[in-house]
């Protein structure tokens, strides 16, 4: 089949290596020409102009946007006067799932079909496969199939789920179409909470065994510092990087996540390249934000956001305010 | 009634002013001789050794100690080598109701009574009065009724509750005997603890308040930052000390850290002088504690706790794990 | 001054007696007839359709709206046809500032005033006064200051904050101009959010009290119920109506919030009328999408949200999925 | 080698059929006898009283108890009774480790050596083996290694991380000498703790997947709710089971935990088994516990852990206060 892809990043990139490999056409396009022939000498059919890369397809023209959010729109608006009725736009990018709806509503006004695709998978892609979570109309989302079961790990060396009858779904192959418009990004957005509460019970955990020495240590113990009650009760020094590669293997905690966890510590054993200021990107708040305007609870996958807020110095006034606090009622200067 | 005082820092001596006003006579002692001086100069009778200090009282001797709740304990046992059958400790610091419970039983092996009082009122308790939260065998307990009464605020001008017959006991005056040893430490602990919770309610919502104007500044945006989806929603620039004194003025949020944070904010609008490192001092801690011991589920407490320890810099390696995952799966760089 | 009132509820029918005592005039219209008789009978001039009730209005005719949120947008868009240019219209319910934007926008295009007041004060606002969070044109803003100061509490028997000068603003009086369209409901938005953070820490404070007990129980320890590892720890039946009553007198708690606690519970200690299922009503979740938007961490304020979503029952499925998962790696049957 | 087995329950039964396929040789003690024939005729050498295990066991004799930590203790006293110096007590259960800290110095005293062995691995250990976090001497530790090893998973099938030089710990054979005594118990206390977030941030996440399609139902919108602004948002059913084992397959999400959920949802689509109450047995709260005492925050474990509280009904009061608070200041009456 042949498939139009537009943005060339890692991740746009990667899936049309992963395309060519499984034997499809790409032609590709981006601002960035240098991005456009890299791939061509990989075998991709690059365009130069929106137009060129337009005639360069066969309609239904399947075109595939990898592109940042912010963008998307504009794309998509200059798209729409250069495709024809019938012809398919995929955002596979991270756009909130309430701009799904919104585009495939428009496009649909045109006689262009939208489908939108949560891609999850990172700079592994290219090897392990994408996952992918699909939103839209059945007969767009069928004729993408070969397309989807390319860039998906397909069944690979993961085990099935006995309980499952097999072929019940094409989840088993690694993408699934999971609803209309906006649902494959629902669902990307979910998965990205999730990620990030994960992420934040593995960190808070290492925290804990990295800080099981502190009774070693002679802690301050002033008005101002809770004393600590049992020094006796924390002198580990635990070997992190050797529990992460431990959980690895029969515990209840294993994941791919962790798999990647021990990969750092096992180069970085003290993580000192990083400094702690972790970005959010998105569907983490979006997550949030869902949740809320569902009046769904989640403590954790928020407490996981605001860790992240907090990292970034945005509690800053916050912190501030509570000291002003102490100060007023108590006398409390701020310890240095 | 003539009472002992032992530790004659901000809380003591304020209280041992309090107690002088209301004509009872004090005893005190402290290592700090400077301090017991001060204090004899106001008419209170200053000891230089325990001996003296225990000499200076008749039995039944009330002694109150006003230490730091690491001190006690040796405190304790240096009066129980020197008190008689029948005379009263009281723990008027901040100690952990576990350590009364305990304390109480040794002593009274000894035949000395033990009463654990919770004071609260910081540096304002002089004028203000202390709130006193306490525990103990009832005999004990009522025998200190004057002093209780005189270090309280009493009614005052603070409205009676319309549903409370007058009288019932002794909360109307600012002091209650809540249950044997321990008892007003476990409430103090509480209070303590809510305090936390008010506190932090308070701050975020003020850290809310404060970046309502972050939609004027032009705000990065890249692939690490979520773009603020809707500039035009926050450019406010909102008078923060007004809003916390209009506050004070027949809003549900009124209290008396409002009172408090309308104060400092009046003076330092910008709360320029503090830096946002919070400390949190052992209550809050056993708070917490205690409802995990209980099952009981503290999300707000232990929120607010979190909260002081990641200001004190105790979420680094947790910071660093996020961002070494991200880098794992992503390749996604820290932002600087 | 003249005011018309629209909405005649809880709210709007006292803050209409409220104007009606400090000499104002008030035109009322509500749906409800009988709503606008009752106040007829007390001194407001009925209206029973909205013309007429523009009608007994002066240019520039000041209109209140006190109505629930859903219903603000089609009653502006009723009165935008038969006011005149000029008039100003002001929402003092509790709509999402954002509206608030919007509506001043389209409004002025017809040159109609729009002015939003966040309003505080609950059923005891008629006493009390009303806390008034205001946002709109200065101009509009100040030609309704007779009116704001009747609704406000005034000065009344609240202590001055020793730090502002007296008369920088209006904050003193219990009303303020917070900032152009929107910033009215933006602080009262983020004022309810401290609401439920406040509300959520006495909340656990005195759960945490009430179970001081569980100790003296027998406890039932079977490999599903975590041991207590000290009963005799919890063995205190704590007198919660008089703790709530002592905390309002000197202690670091005192609040109105606190005030009403110790009311309800002097009457009906056990709070057996209640069953714990707590609503929420929209600020709440605008306050934490507001914080998730900004980026700013807010892990109190969602605490306090979620544990009401929690209350209605909303995290059903997710504890489903706690209890499936340990029975699929440990065989853990639910307990019952 | 041969080993003592005191405890035959689901876990200690299944490590006894491990070591026995391994080639060890297995003392089984039990009070249940059934137990004890039960794997007598699978193998092990049963034995009928404290005595006979002994007996049966060469010096120095590895003393393995699978029991319920609150009978540990007096266990290992009895045990101390029959014991030989230079005996190894090894204990694979649930323990505290502070619990470990202690006895390991009691039984030095006596000659006896203690070892402690966190065990992850649920019912599944028999096949896929123990993960096994030991603390201990480490002449003690070296000596128990062929049982170790034959518990353990071995390298097996998972992959090795690339950052680590092959066999520069025995972490990468699923067991991991971590420390001196309570080392073991510590690390698997966080595990367990980790283990709680985990499940948690799935919970959560599923819980918003499966209220994705709230806006088809007509929703209650009076005072008492806040209205879903976007009911055109929700209107997914979404293929939760196809989700689950979707995000198997080259996400970042990708676990064991949810290999079992998709298990189960596999079978159960609906959960509709399992009412949601959630109980937590110890290491959870322990690992929230020693986060305090160290002063690491750790929110996202804590709203985990709150969580199963909450499901066992233990925030009622708390929520009680907060509907007599509404009621208290705006009259708020539950909604049923």
Not at 130 to 155: D, N, R, T, W
Not at 163 to 183: F, I, N, V
Not at 205 to 222: E, P, Q, V
Request: aromatic letters at 8%.
């Amino acid at each position: 089949m042949r498939l139009g892809m537009i943005g060339l990043g890692r991740m746009g990139a990667n899936m049309v290596r992963r395309l060519l490999r499984a034997g499809h056409e790409c032609v590709v396009f981006d601002l960035d020409q240098a991005a456009v022939e890299a791939l061509a000498a990989e075998g991709a059919t690059g365009a130069s102009s929106l137009e060129e890369f337009v005639a360069a397809l066969t309609p239904p023209r399947p075109v595939w946007l990898m592109l940042p959010a912010v963008v998307v729109d504009r794309m998509a608006e200059q798209l729409a006067g250069v495709l024809e009725a019938g012809d398919i736009l995929i955002d596979g990018g991270n756009s909130h799932y309430v701009d799904d709806i919104r585009r495939a509503e428009r496009l649909a006004e045109r006689g262009l079909h939208y489908v939108d695709v949560g891609t999850s998978g990172g700079v592994w892609g290219l090897e392990r496969g994408y996952c992918l979570m699909i939103g839209g109309e059945p007969a767009s989302v069928a004729h993408l199939g070969p397309i989807f079961q390319a860039l998906a790990p397909g069944k690979g060396e993961i085990a099935g789920t006995a309980s499952r009858k097999d072929g019940r779904s094409t989840a088993e192959q690694g993408y699934l179409h999971c609803g209309p418009a906006g649902a494959g990004h629902f669902v990307k957005m979910v998965h990205n909470g999730i990620e990030y509460g994960l992420m934040a019970a593995y960190s808070e955990g290492f925290n804990i065994l990295s800080r099981a020495n502190i009774g070693k240590a002679g802690k301050a113990s002033d008005a101002e510092t809770a004393p600590l009650r049992h020094p006796e009760h924390y002198r580990y020094d635990l070997p992190i990087a050797d529990i992460a590669e431990l959980w690895r293997r029969g515990s209840v905690v294993s994941s791919w996540l962790l798999d990647l966890t021990a990969e750092v510590l096992g180069r970085d054993p003290d993580l000192a390249r990083f400094s702690g200021r972790v970005s959010d990107s998105g569907e983490g708040r979006w997550t949030v934000a869902t949740a809320i305007d569902q009046g769904t609870p989640a403590p954790v996958l928020s407490a996981a956001l605001y860790q992240r807020f907090s990292s970034q110095g945005e509690d800053e006034f916050a912190r501030k305010i509570l000291s002003a606090m102490r100060f007023a009622f108590g006398g409390h200067e701020e310890k240095r």
